[in-house]
């Protein structure tokens, strides 16, 4: 049976799902016999990734959602093919195959807007009814979607994240000193105001030690902080903003700990990333899905409590052996082969 995925993910900055989309079919390219699988983008899409087996191609006219809840899946019905969603989000008329990360709107409705919930709660209800199969990322998250939506278990395929991807990422040596911090002696953490990313939590954790240096990249500067949770930004936080990729992984590697207080995820790359990188130690969240994937080689905080703990760390070899993006892109094949 032709595959065709849903290439709309090109139009996204790379975040979580975008990297995963990416990476496993990437690795999926080098193992896939040519033909079996295609990808429809956009008309817009522009930096599209070069693959030996499969196949591009530009349909339609519509762009963005339009595009793919009615371009997209008409095409796929064309060509008489099922459709590869990998990105949550599946075409209203033939959700095919889709990966659900994770059911937030489910579990935290709270972070969401009331328009967001009722749009996302109609494609996932389509998704989980309608699907041919369902891809998830943990066993956590297989879990989540039958416990709110009663999805036969043999319906999901659990199909991980990795970290290969951080190999391809140089360090950049001036990072430290071009952000003012160094080596061993300052938190970091990647954040944003999203409130499931529990930002609150390191701005709560530097006002008590203020005798330590917290470095956050991401989208926030001081009027973003101080509208989001009311008080200004503590003397020993510095707020990066954006930082490249290469400079990410610099910072990974020398800071004292990296800091993941996250409410909800459905795998969470970041401390496997930083593990990869070789933080010395990486502080996460306390939950059921964050000891499936790190299990002894982190420290746990209580996200709901403004504590620092650390002490434990990182024992990364047989934790980052456990997952690959080829590994993963095995699994996918195998999963497409048995339709």
Same mark, same amino acid.
Request: hydrophobic share 40%; charged share 25%; aromatic share 10%.
């Given at each position: 049976?032709?595959?065709? #995925? ?6 996204? /900055? ?14 999926? $390219? ?19 990734? &070069?693959?030996?087996?499969?196949? #591009?191609?530009? %349909? ?25 969603? =990998?990105?949550?989000? &599946? ?19 709270? +972070?969401? *807007? ?25 066993? !956590? ?9 009663? #999805? +036969? ?23 430290? /000193?071009?952000?003012? %911090?160094?080596?061993?002696?300052? !938190? ?33 500067? +001081? ?7 009311? !008080?200004?930004?503590? *003397?020993?936080?510095? =707020?990066?903003?954006?930082? *490249?990729?290469?400079? &990410?992984?610099?910072? @990974? ?29 990486? %502080? %996460?969240?306390?939950?059921?899905? @964050? ?10 905080? $209580?996200?709901?409590?403004?504590? =620092? ?29 048995? =339709?």
């Amino acid at each position: 049976m032709k595959i065709i #995925v849903n290439g709309r993910f090109l139009l996204h /900055k790379v975040t979580g799902v975008e990297r995963y989309a990416r990476e496993i079919l990437a690795e999926l $390219d080098e193992i896939i016999e040519s033909g079996k699988i295609e990808m429809a983008v956009p008309p817009e899409a522009e930096r599209i990734p &070069a693959y030996k087996n499969i196949k #591009v191609v530009k %349909v339609g006219k519509l762009q963005n959602r339009l595009w793919e809840h009615i371009s997209f899946p008409w095409y796929v019905r064309k060509q008489k093919a099922v459709s590869l969603n =990998l990105c949550n989000v &599946a075409p209203l008329p033939s959700p095919g195959i889709v990966c659900i990360h994770d059911v937030k709107i489910k579990a935290r409705p709270q +972070d969401f *807007s009331k328009k967001f919930l009722l749009w996302y709660k109609l494609l996932l209800l389509n998704a989980c009814k309608r699907a041919k199969r369902i891809i998830t990322v943990s066993e !956590f998250s297989k879990r989540e979607i039958f416990k709110y939506y009663g #999805v +036969d278990p043999e319906r999901v395929v659990v199909i991980p994240n990795a970290w290969q991807h951080y190999e391809k990422i140089g360090f950049d040596e001036g990072a430290l /000193k071009k952000y003012g %911090v160094e080596k061993d002696h300052y !938190f970091f953490s990647m954040c944003s105001l999203e409130p499931n990313k529990n930002f609150k939590w390191i701005a709560e954790v530097a006002k008590q030690h203020p005798e330590q240096t917290f470095a956050v990249s991401g989208s926030i500067n +001081d009027k973003v902080f101080a509208d989001g949770l009311g !008080f200004g930004c503590p *003397s020993n936080m510095k =707020l990066l903003g954006y930082v *490249s990729d290469e400079e &990410a992984k610099t910072l @990974m590697r020398d800071c004292k700990a990296f800091l993941f207080p996250t409410f909800y995820e459905g795998f969470g790359i970041p401390p496997l990333e930083a593990i990869s990188a070789g933080a010395k130690q990486v %502080v %996460v969240s306390d939950t059921e899905v @964050m000891h499936e994937i790190l299990g002894n080689s982190v420290c746990y905080i $209580d996200p709901n409590v403004y504590v =620092l703990k650390i002490g434990k760390a990182c024992s990364d070899a047989s934790l980052l052996e456990r997952f690959s993006w080829k590994k993963s892109a095995l699994m996918l094949r195998k999963m497409i082969n048995s =339709l």
